[in-house]
C-alpha cells in the first residue's frame, strides 16, 4: 500500500531520483540544489508516495500563487513538479499526490488549482486530462542570444546605454 506524506529531509536521495528522471536534461547538482531551496520555502509544499519505507515511487511540488494562467480567482495552487515511478503509473498514485497538493492549496485559501507542462508531454497531458484538469492556453517561448549581436550597437545612444547599465548590476 502506497502511503503519501510530506517530503522530509531524509527523503532527499529518492526525491532527487525521481527528479533526475522528470528533468534529464537539467543538472542533478543543480537538481539537488533546489530540493533544499523547496524544503526551506514556507511558499512550498511536497508531497511524496512511499511504497516501502525508504522507498519513493512519486512527489509533488506545489506552490500557492497569487495568479497563474487561466485562472480567475486570484488565488492558486499551482503545481511545480509532479512524477510518478513509470512501473506504478495507471495505479492512481499520481491522483492522490495531486489530491492531497490540492488539499493543502484549499487550505492555503486557494481557489483554483492550476499546472503546465511541455506540449510534447503526452504522458502528462493525458494524465492532467484524466483527472479533471482542463487545457487553458498554450504558449511558444522565445529567446534570442545578443551577445556579440552586431545590433548591439543599435541599442541607441551609448551615453543613454552605459547610464541605464548601472541598474542591472
Not at 28 to 40: F, K, V, W
Not at 67 to 88: F, H, I, L, N, T
Not at 100 to 107: G, S
Amino acid at each position: 500500500m502506497t502511503r503519501i506524506r510530506q517530503a522530509e529531509s531524509g527523503d532527499r536521495v529518492e526525491w532527487l531520483r525521481m527528479r533526475v528522471a522528470l528533468y534529464p536534461d537539467h543538472d542533478p547538482q543543480a537538481l539537488a540544489g533546489e530540493i533544499d531551496q523547496l524544503l526551506g520555502d514556507s511558499t512550498w509544499a511536497v508531497f511524496v508516495a512511499e511504497a516501502q519505507p525508504k522507498r519513493l515511487c512519486g512527489f509533488v511540488e506545489v506552490s500557492f500563487r497569487p495568479r497563474a494562467e487561466g485562472c480567475e480567482s486570484g488565488a492558486v495552487g499551482y503545481v511545480g513538479s509532479w512524477y510518478v515511478d513509470p512501473k506504478v503509473r495507471t495505479q492512481g498514485i499520481g491522483r492522490e499526490l495531486l489530491n492531497v497538493a490540492e488539499r493543502w492549496a484549499c487550505r492555503c485559501g486557494a481557489k483554483e488549482m492550476a499546472s503546465d507542462c511541455d506540449i510534447e508531454n503526452k504522458v502528462s497531458r493525458e494524465a492532467h486530462e484524466k483527472i479533471g484538469y482542463v487545457e487553458c492556453g498554450r504558449l511558444v517561448h522565445w529567446r534570442k542570444n545578443i551577445q556579440g549581436s552586431p545590433n548591439q550597437s543599435d541599442a541607441g545612444d551609448g551615453e543613454d546605454v552605459a547610464a541605464d547599465a548601472h541598474r542591472c548590476m
